[in-house]
């Protein structure tokens, strides 16, 4: 299993970016993804994630209505839209997968991207 993430950048507050994840060696449909951040001097937090069977998702409290995140298996990919950025939104952000069937938000993850840099900043 791999996954490369990519789309991180510097943004002005209330700006946009799109973050993708593309990965390999796995069924999309087998496994739940996610997409996870940390800020500097912070402890590392899940962001958004799909589940594998039903595909619903979840989003941490400090991002819902801002960022959606969605897959697209033909082109082995799932990606986190995020909108209306703050400064509070500055990490490293993952993507993630693990071969699970539970609910995406409360399962542990083996399968790790090696991150993108979102800063937000004016």
């Known amino acids: 299993v791999q996954l490369q993430a990519s789309g991180g950048g510097l943004v002005q507050p209330g700006g946009s970016l799109r973050l993708s994840c593309v990965y390999s060696?796995?069924?999309?449909?087998?496994?739940?993804v996610g997409w996870f951040r940390q800020a500097p001097g912070k402890e590392r937090e899940r962001v958004s994630c799909i589940n594998s069977l039903d595909r619903s998702t979840y989003y941490h409290d400090s991002v819902k209505g801002r960022f959606t995140i969605s897959r697209d298996k033909a082109k082995k990919s799932f990606y986190l839209q995020m909108n209306n950025l703050n400064a509070e939104d500055t990490a490293r952000y993952y993507c993630?997968?693990?071969?699970?069937?539970?609910?995406?938000?409360?399962?542990?993850?083996?399968?790790w991207g090696q991150g993108t840099l979102v800063t937000v900043s004016s």
């Open positions: 993630a997968a693990t071969l699970d069937y539970r609910s995406c938000n409360t399962v542990n993850y083996n399968h």
């Open positions: 060696g796995f069924n999309l449909d087998d496994y739940a």
